[in-house]
Nanobody, 120 residues
Framework: QVQLVESGGGLVQAGGFLRLSCTASGSIFSINTMGWYRQAPGKQRELVAT???????DYADSLKGRFTISRDNAKNTVYLQMNSLNPEDAAVYYCNAHVINTARAYFQVWGQGTQVTVSS
């Protein structure tokens, strides 16, 4: 079993910043792509950013330049640095990982989500 635990969400003023973290634990053999998604009330979950285990990144076009994804493979951890936050960034942010477990089975794992609230 593999779990993702997110942290770093909270309340921030518009123009401020937050850094989210997500750590995978459990019966992990390897982790391929890790990423962040978000879901605002009444909206579908959308991609924020992804990063491969070799460091290749992909971002939602609207977030390029403000958000930065990174990871520490040794710690099975992915980060999301979010700058110049605005109220439209408010959402529940979910961590995602493509995992191969110790039984060599492949599956996707989702975190429980962390709330980001931006006050105007």
């Amino acid at each position: 079993q593999v779990q993702l635990v997110e942290s770093g969400g909270g309340l921030v003023q518009a123009g401020g910043f937050l850094r989210l973290s997500c750590t995978a634990s459990g019966s992990i053999f390897s982790i391929n792509t890790m990423g962040w998604y978000r879901q605002a009330p009444g909206k579908q979950r959308e991609l924020v950013a992804t990063i491969t285990n070799s460091g290749n990144t992909d971002y939602a076009d609207s977030l390029k330049g403000r958000f930065t994804i990174s990871r520490d493979n040794a710690k099975n951890t992915v980060y999301l640095q979010m700058n110049s936050l605005n109220p439209e960034d408010a959402a529940v942010y979910y961590c995602n990982a493509h995992v191969i477990n110790t039984a060599r089975a492949y599956f996707q794992v989702w975190g429980q989500g962390t709330q980001v609230t931006v006050s105007s």
